[in-house]
């Protein structure tokens, strides 16, 4: 069987899709990327196909386009982006070659994630089947806003309108998080399986670094803005400020195109790092310092770690609103983001072990989820059958 997998180029985004083309292809199945060239040279360099497929954004562009999202809340930044961006040029972009890739490659199945809509669009245009792969917090309120800009699109091929959206979750929507995370005020489709979150992050060749072996003991505080918004101005500075003077070792990366020299000279409890893998070093922390991106609070939760989350813009605000939530984790939003805030949080978090506790529930109720050999099998059922495979109702 041959799968197509489609992603837009930021890491976020094609990294939860690693570990499901890993298993097809143990499986014994032929596997292929399609995105942009950048992406395209990382996602070769792990031994897979991969076809380049639209343009990349350039450097100044991407730089541009993450400060404009941070200045605006988080809702307001999604709601441009969305229509303008995922759903408009980027689609448009990239849709001719993805067509002109089924064609000449001819997959069994596409598999996209959620944020990437030319690859459905194409997979009909086909009479592909095609599954998707939640990569950020489920946002139903801002589906509308795509309906203009993809109908247009699939008119372009030829294809009715999808009033509804459905082409989006038609046939399987594979969602990696526990059922007790999910929102019921937000519900899934009927084609929502949920899943283990299995994180991959090794796409570089960084190891554990040589000091993880001589921490001392007391608790450790791993920090990060993630890959996109690591440069957003003053954020990693007031986290260093916060807890360069704590009881605690503080391990903050600053993003593989940030030198941490930058940040000048630190105690000796304080280590900047351009990027340490957090499935290596995560079994080594007490709490995590984040953003909020959904991989970063899934593989945190899959090691039953709290949270202090500092949101920023996309998914960032739901996430840390549900955690806050469901009590594995303190919010500091963006108008308290000062130094004091933080350090009241992470303190927060570290003395008041219910935060611990219910991370680990949920680490505890993930292990328990169907992992990527188990998705094979749907996919494989997918590309014979070609309907739906509908699930019962998530519990949450």
Known sequence: MRVLFTTNPQSGHWHPLVPFAEALRAAGHQVAF???????????????????????????????????????????????????????????DRLPDLVAVCQDWEPAIVVREYMEFAGCIAAEFHGL???????????PQFHRLIVPPLNHLRQTLGLPPDSNLAMLHRYLLIVPAPPSYL????????????????PF????????????????????????MGTAF?????ILGVI????????????????????????????????????????????????????????TVMTALGHGLPMVIVPVSADQPENALRCEQIGVARVVPPHKRTPDAVRKAVRDVLQNPRYRSTAERLRD???????PAQVVGWLERLATEQRPLLSSPLTV
């Open 34 to 92: 399609a995105t942009t060239p950048t992406a395209c040279t990382a996602i070769r360099a792990l031994g897979f196909h991969c076809v380049p497929a639209g343009a990349d954004e350039t450097a100044d562009e991407g730089q541009a386009r993450r400060e404009w999202m941070a200045a605006l809340p988080g809702r307001e930044a999604s709601a441009w982006v969305w229509p303008n961006r995922f759903a408009g040029t980027w689609t448009a």
């Open 129 to 139: 089947p095609h599954a998707a792969v939640q990569v950020t917090a489920w946002r």
């Open 183 to 198: 929102n019921s005020a937000s519900p899934l489709p009927a084609t929502a399986h949920a899943v283990r979150h299995v």
């Open 201 to 224: 992050d090794r796409s570089g060749a960084e190891p554990l670094p040589a000091w993880v072996d001589l921490l001392p003991d007391r608790p450790v505080v791993y920090a990060t």
């Open 230 to 234: 690591n440069r957003v101005e003053g």
């Open 240 to 295: 260093v400020e916060a807890l360069r003077d704590e009881p605690v070792t503080l391990v903050v990366t600053t993003g593989r195109d940030q030198d941490p020299g930058d940040f000048g000279a630190q105690p000796p409890n304080v280590h900047l790092e351009r990027y340490v893998p957090q499935s290596l070093f995560f079994p080594y922390c007490d709490m995590v310092l984040t953003h909020g991106g959904s991989g």
């Open 365 to 371: 109720e993930m292990a328990r989820l169907p992992g």
